[in-house]
């Protein structure tokens, strides 16, 4: 079954970049790498998603491995209203379930 | 805000009550999805329909739990005769299906409802 696998939590400097890595390595082929991130009492919000070229949005950018295998989500500046959980997410193969797994939190210093 | 609604926020309820929350998704958004998360942990996928037709349901979703979603609509889902287990927050989120380009995979998400059972 798909399965994601992320640090259970990171820190970073405010101002500061943060590169929040994920490992997938049973993806198929087709299947596309979404990240969400779940601020205190709120539901999940989309920040980014790819297939296999590397993406950038207002939010984030996302590095995709050649393999992809793994991916990277890369805030450039973090700022305190940045802290959150952040999932990397797969559909399971043939399905609509999307596995969330137990994310990164994501400390910011001031 | 026409974002994803969902009520009641919380509810509190004995064991062995029944329950329904409802979940209104953004309109016209033909996917709708619900998600049950506990303290420390990630969502985990309950049931997903597509317009009114329930296309998957996770092997999570026993027989006291029943999701509708009549007209292709708002939803609700229903527990059965409560336990202290299922305590925890519920998720819908709906989305729009749509070209290629992964778009129509991303989900909206409303602010739950957290469910305590006693």
């Known amino acids: 079954d798909a399965k994601t696998t992320q640090p259970n939590s990171m820190e970073s400097n405010e101002e500061e970049p943060v590169h929040l890595p994920c490992n997938h390595s049973t993806i198929s082929g087709t299947d596309y790498i979404h990240w969400y991130r779940q601020l205190p009492s709120q539901g999940p919000e989309y920040v980014i998603h790819g297939l296999t070229s590397n993406v950038n949005n207002r939010m984030a950018s996302l590095a995709i491995a050649e393999d992809r295998k793994s991916s990277t989500l890369i805030l450039h500046r973090a700022t305190l209203r940045d802290a959150a959980v952040y999932y990397c997410i797969l559909r399971a193969s043939g399905t609509y379930k999307y596995i969330f797994g137990t994310g990164t939190r994501l400390k910011v210093l001031a | 805000d026409t974002g994803v609604s969902q009520d009641p926020r919380h509810k509190i309820t004995k064991r062995g009550q029944n329950v329904t929350f409802r979940c209104d998704p953004i309109?016209?958004?033909?996917?709708l999805y619900w998600y049950r998360q506990t303290l420390g942990q990630g969502p985990e996928f309950l049931t997903y329909?597509?317009?009114?037709?329930?296309?998957?349901k996770s092997r999570l979703l026993s027989d006291r739990f029943s999701a509708e979603r009549p007209k292709g609509s708002f939803s609700t889902l229903e527990i059965q005769r409560t336990e202290q287990g299922d305590s925890a927050m519920y998720l819908c989120?709906?989305?729009?299906?749509?070209?290629?380009?992964?778009?129509?995979?991303?989900?909206?998400f409303g602010a739950g409802t957290r469910l305590s059972v006693l």
């Open positions: 309109s016209e958004h033909n996917r």
């Open positions: 989120a709906s989305s729009l299906a749509r070209g290629a380009g992964g778009w129509g995979n991303i989900q909206y």
């Open positions: 329909f597509q317009n009114e037709a329930q296309l998957e």
